[in-house]
């Protein structure tokens, strides 16, 4: 089982940046395929970045495209989601999930098996 905490949301304006962490427990972190999702206000939880056991492969969903990048150092059991070029758009809790499954890359936030506790990003306008 794996166990996830997320930091470094906060309040930014647009155009601006942050960088968001998760922290994994446990020693198999390196088994589990990474992935970040947001849910805004009376919205669904939507695919944000996607990142493979090794860290070679990355997926972003077209909106956070060139703008967000998705990193993990298995030595420090983290996971980090650097965000730049904020939108209002953005406004969102982020999560954090690991996903059992390593081969398909997956979007949907019902094929993760573990998620962090989220953290509140704002963007004002």
């Known amino acids: 089982q794996v166990q996830l905490v997320e930091s470094g949301g906060g309040l930014v304006q647009a155009g601006g940046s942050l960088r968001l962490s998760c922290a994994a427990s446990?020693?198999?972190?390196?088994?589990?395929?990474m992935g970040w999702f947001r849910q805004a206000p009376g919205k669904e939880r939507e695919f944000v970045a996607r990142i493979s056991r090794s860290g070679v492969i990355t997926t972003y969903a077209d909106s956070v495209k060139g703008r967000f990048t998705v990193s993990r150092d298995n030595a420090k059991n983290t996971v980090y989601l650097q965000m730049n070029s904020l939108e209002h758009e953005d406004t969102a809790v982020y999560y954090c999930?690991?996903?059992?499954?390593?081969?398909?890359?997956?979007?949907?936030?019902?094929?993760?098996?573990?998620w962090g506790q989220g953290t509140q990003v704002t963007v004002s306008s």
């Open positions: 999930a690991a996903d059992r499954n390593t081969v398909v890359v997956r979007r949907s936030p019902n094929d993760y098996d573990y």
């Open positions: 446990g020693r198999t972190f390196n088994s589990y395929a």
